[in-house]
């Protein structure tokens, strides 16, 4: 394995403590629970916005704190949800009167660590809100989840609600909307290659020269089916017939279009393939009104792509559109 890594267990918090240092003035770093927050954060005029969830999916979370996105994020290990103790003290840290509310992805792991801290928080006295991203189509379930993944769409509820947040939105419109966002956002990916966590030190699992698996997760876990290499188009294909049959997407749509990299796809290929999917989408009759290309939401070193649609309505593209300050200017 070759990575920039001192001692694997300390990879996290060395890369959390990189990021505020960065971003001195915008965010903080609470080592005790691999906290990093906002410096303004909690305020009294909004509702505050949290997120845990595994390490090794950056951008995912960390680099999405700050104005008009999320509040706090307590990620755990690479690859592993946050302790039931992360969740809970950033919770109380985070507290507003308008309450806090819980953004999680739908991995099993992620589901009770925030459960069990939302309910402790609650017998403090917390306000707590909480929507649960599955925009995953690959699969209904998997490895880590019962119920279909979150994945790269997350962003977009990350962005509407830190937005809404940001307006003076309350707790439950809020979740209503959370809600509203992730079931108009379909997303599915595929690897070239596997990933190489930093404590394992070898690939996390077998994938072959001349192999693809599509519908993978961002955990690794196995997608559909593994199957001979393709090319760039016809692979593009299969993932947008995938999203765009699911909800359906259909003639006449205003859709924001995402391509992600998993980590370990140049930018050049990710343009050759948003240029693909917008014209097939344009051939339906769907029409990309937004477009995102890069790295949102990685499976640390992973060649590979998703592809997410969003079915845009008038005040969902106003809060994509609204102003945001993060780490990583992904928005």
């Known amino acids: 394995m070759k990575k920039f890594v001192n001692d694997p267990k300390d990879f996290v918090p060395e890369m959390l403590k990189g990021i505020a240092l960065a ?6 770093y609470v080592p005790e629970y691999n906290l990093i927050m906002r410096t303004d954060a909690p305020r009294d005029d909004k509702v505050s916005i949290v997120q845990g969830s595994g390490s090794g999916h950056e951008p995912a979370h960390v680099m999405a704190v700050g104005k008009g996105m999320l509040d706090a994020a307590c990620p755990g290990d ?3 949800a946050p302790p039931m103790d992360y969740v809970l003290e950033t919770t109380k840290l985070l507290n507003s009167p308008k309450g806090v509310l819980h953004i999680i992805n739908n991995y099993t792991g992620d589901r009770m660590a925030f459960d069990m801290g939302r309910e402790m928080a609650e017998a403090e006295g917390v306000r707590i809100g909480t929507v649960i991203v ?10 880590y989840t019962v119920g279909r993944r979150g994945v790269a769409g997350n962003f977009f509820v990350i962005k509407a609600l830190g937005a809404a947040s940001e307006q003076g ?9 959370g809600e509203r966002v992730n079931s108009v956002a379909r997303t599915m990916g595929m690897a070239l290659t596997s990933c190489t966590p930093p404590a394992k030190g070898s690939p996390l699992f077998d994938l072959g020269d001349d192999e693809m698996e599509m519908g993978v997760g961002i955990h690794g876990e196995p997608g559909r089916r593994r199957e001979k290499l393709a090319s760039s188009n016809v692979i593009v294909d299969e993932l947008l017939e995938a999203v765009v049959s699911d909800l359906p997407f259909k003639k006449g749509d205003n859709v924001a279009l995402m391509i992600n990299g998993l980590g370990g796809t140049p930018i050049s290929e990710l ?14 009759g769907i029409n990309v009104a937004r477009n995102y290309v ?4 990685t499976s640390l070193d992973m060649a590979g ?10 005040e969902l593209t106003s809060l994509l559109e609204a102003p945001a300050e993060i780490p990583i200017r992904v928005f």
């Open 23 to 28: 971003n001195p003035d915008t965010v903080k």
């Open 78 to 80: 690479v690859f592993s």
């Open 134 to 143: 599955d925009d995953d189509v690959a699969v209904k379930d998997s490895t």
């Open 169 to 177: 939105a309350e707790l439950d419109d809020l979740v209503a909307l």
């Open 271 to 284: 343009y050759l393939i948003y240029g693909y999917a917008h014209e097939q989408l344009a051939s339906r």
């Open 294 to 297: 890069g790295e949102y939401c």
């Open 305 to 314: 792509v998703s592809i997410t649609l969003v079915k845009l309505d008038d």
